[in-house]
Each structure stands twice: as C-alpha cells, then as structure tokens.
C-alpha cells in the first residue's frame, strides 16, 4: 500500500469507490466515501507519484458555530484513532493516519477502512448530541 494505485485497488477491494487524482501541488489523493460523505486518502513521504510511506484518511466539514476547539478537545481526550481539529477558518477536520511501511494484508487495511467509517459515524452522532443540546440550552439575557 504504499503505491496510491494499489490504495484505490484495496479500497475498491474492501467494496468503497475510489478515484485517485492528483492536487494542484501534483500529490497524488484518493477521493472515496462512507456514510454519505465524501472523505479522501492524503499519501505523505511520496518518491514521486509512488512509495509513499504513509497516508491519511480525512474529512472536511464546513464552518458551523458549534466547530470549537472545545468540541474538538472533548473528542480528542477519549479517541485514539479518529481525531479532528478546527482550521483559522472554522472548517472541521477529522483524520485517522496508517503508515504504509512494513506492508498490510488486504484484510487490515479493509479493518482500517471500516474502523474510519465507525468512528466517521461515532463522530456524527456525537455532533448530532452537541447540536441537540445547545438547541435544547435557552439562550442568556
């Protein structure tokens, strides 16, 4: 897995589109998705177009109030894997990281793959929860 093409094989393999592309800096990306929502596998330490020693699955959300570091912290201190961040423009990011050295079984990396469409899940449900409660919250005077 660490040639994108072979990434886009397995996930295809593991029953999830993919399409690899490549970014306005000439990296290659995978755009795929899961649950509904588009996510894309970013490769990182590339030699060119190929060996690549790690990649990323990632998710971007548009900017929404409910987008604090204070959200983000609350996931962050009880999840080891999917972690999410806010950008200076209030964009949500959520990321899970494999490395690609040493190899990975069509079988990991399809746990991998579900394991990230779990915790996109978890990480909905946990929006959903926050944005029901802050509803629920009457406003100060």
């Known amino acids: 897995l660490r040639q994108p ?24 990306y995978i755009l795929s998705g899961v649950n509904g ?4 596998v970013e490769f990182y330490g590339c030699d060119g177009l190929k060996d690549c ?7 971007w959300y548009k900017k929404d109030p409910l987008y604090t570091p204070a959200l983000t912290n609350e996931w962050n201190a009880t999840k080891r894997f999917l972690k999410v961040g806010v950008d200076s423009d209030g964009d949500l990011r959520e ?27 978890d990480f909905a449900k946990f929006v959903e ?13």
């Open 53 to 59: 020693g790690s990649f990323q699955f990632a998710s």
């Open 95 to 121: 990321f899970l990281d494999a490395t690609a050295i040493g190899g990975m079984t069509q079988a990991q990396f399809a746990d991998l793959v579900d394991w990230y469409a779990q915790m996109d899940s």
């Open 5 to 28: 093409g072979n990434v886009v094989t397995a996930l295809q393999a593991a029953g999830y589109r993919a399409e690899l592309k490549i970014n306005k800096q000439g990296e290659p």
């Open 37 to 40: 929502s588009s996510f894309t």
């Open 129 to 141: 929860t926050k944005r029901a409660a802050a509803k629920a919250t009457p406003a100060r005077k």
